[in-house]
């Protein structure tokens, strides 16, 4: 069992649509990042989450931290195909322990 | 800014050989993370290096070694590499106890 579950693993969407993806845990966390991938290419961080409740936006991105501290959720809006890529949403224990990620593709 | 600089960007050996792999941090940053990814899926921690001394260890069998110098440089080694060893290799550099870690670019590793 993953310590933190992303969901969708896979979404396929056409340019100027929404979409939301879902990082969920059991486990209550002190901070949670979330990375944007492109193949052949190391994360980048996007941002860092550290209190319940707490939401940042980062122009089209719109990042959420659940109350409990035991969730997260990443909503895009108006999608395009420079959005495309692998997010995974981590935290961080001297390691970062990494969800499976959800690969995004967003069609011209 | 130089960000984390891995070398060599593609590597092909043959099983059984011997590979190193070489990762400078991002300026300021004193701590190195080596994790390995395989296509489709997310990193998995190896190790940690801090002070020039192995930190922190994921599941990884003892062909697994690294190191790290005292310009806060580091070398990943995989001894007697095995075809499921293929994969990305990333390092991460970061300062003691700080949120934010920065990859580098990777090192594909394809065993044949």
């Known amino acids: 069992t993953q310590l933190l579950e992303q969901s969708p693993q896979f979404l396929s969407i056409q340019e100027g649509e929404n979409l939301t993806v879902y990082c969920n845990s059991s486990?209550?966390?002190?901070?949670l990042q979330w990375y944007r991938q492109e193949p052949g290419e190391g994360p980048v961080l996007l941002v860092t989450?550290?209190?319940g409740g707490e939401v940042k936006k980062l122009k089209r991105l719109t990042f959420q931290f659940g109350d409990a501290r035991k969730d997260s959720s990443l909503h895009i809006t108006a999608a395009q195909p420079g959005d495309t890529g692998l997010y995974l949403c981590a935290v961080s224990n001297y390691q970062l322990i990494w969800g499976a990620g959800t690969k995004l593709i967003i069609k011209p | 800014d130089a960000g984390v600089t891995q070398s060599p960007t593609h590597l092909i050996k043959t099983r059984g050989q011997q590979v190193t792999l070489r990762c400078s941090p991002k300026s300021g940053h004193d701590t190195v993370s080596w994790y390995q990814q395989a296509l489709g899926q997310g990193p998995q921690f190896i190790f940690q290096?801090?002070?020039?001394?192995?930190?922190q260890r994921g599941n990884f069998p003892d062909r697994f070694s690294g190191h790290q110098f005292p310009n806060y440089s580091s070398e990943l080694n995989v001894n007697a590499v095995l075809l499921g060893d293929s994969a990305l290799y990333l390092c991460a550099s970061s300062q003691t106890w700080s949120y934010g870690y920065t990859f580098g670019s990777g090192t594909r590793l394809t065993v044949v």
């Open positions: 290096y801090y002070e020039e001394e192995e930190r």
């Open positions: 989450v550290v209190t």
């Open positions: 486990s209550v966390f002190s901070s």
